[in-house]
């Protein structure tokens, strides 16, 4: 069976999934982009879920404050080595989670996590953690935030 290279990209490009694991879900769909991408970020889930149990000793705290100055977050963003915290794209996770904050105002963790992402509406902050856990290959656990803001 013939993968097309541009199917691959594609796909790696909308999921952030390994380039194998996007060849290997287009070959077990005969090519069929749909229900590869389904499959796909079905398994992204099941990956993610296997490694909940991990614990998360390290991490960063990551500050964001508004171009107006009037809004401040920090987020505490753990996972399991430092190898990874030091990673684009952790930081760049955990910036989008205080973007995030600062944007809805979320009460607590729980409800930050169900929130649908700002930049994607077809995410929610869960989904985003849960896809970097899978291109990182170790668990990522949002602690806790603080939002602050000037009246």
């Known amino acids: 069976m013939h993968i097309k290279l541009e199917d691959i990209k594609k796909l790696r490009l909308e999921t952030s999934a390994g380039v194998s694991n996007c060849r290997k879900a287009l070959e077990d769909c005969t090519s069929d982009y749909t229900n590869a991408k389904k499959m796909l970020e079905k398994r992204m889930v099941e990956q993610a879920a296997k490694k909940k149990d991990r614990t998360t000793g390290v991490g960063i705290i990551a500050s964001y404050v508004h171009s107006n100055g009037k809004i401040g977050v920090l987020v505490e963003l753990r996972c399991e080595t430092d190898f990874v915290a030091r990673t684009n794209d952790f930081k760049n996770l955990s910036h989008e989670v205080a973007l995030q904050i600062a944007a809805m105002d979320p009460k607590n963790v729980d409800t930050l996590l ?18 970097t856990i899978t291109k990182l290959g170790e668990n990522i656990v949002l602690s806790r935030f603080t939002r602050m803001e000037l009246e």
């Open 114 to 131: 169900k929130s649908e992402y700002i930049r994607d509406g077809s995410l929610t902050i869960e989904s985003l953690i849960k896809q």
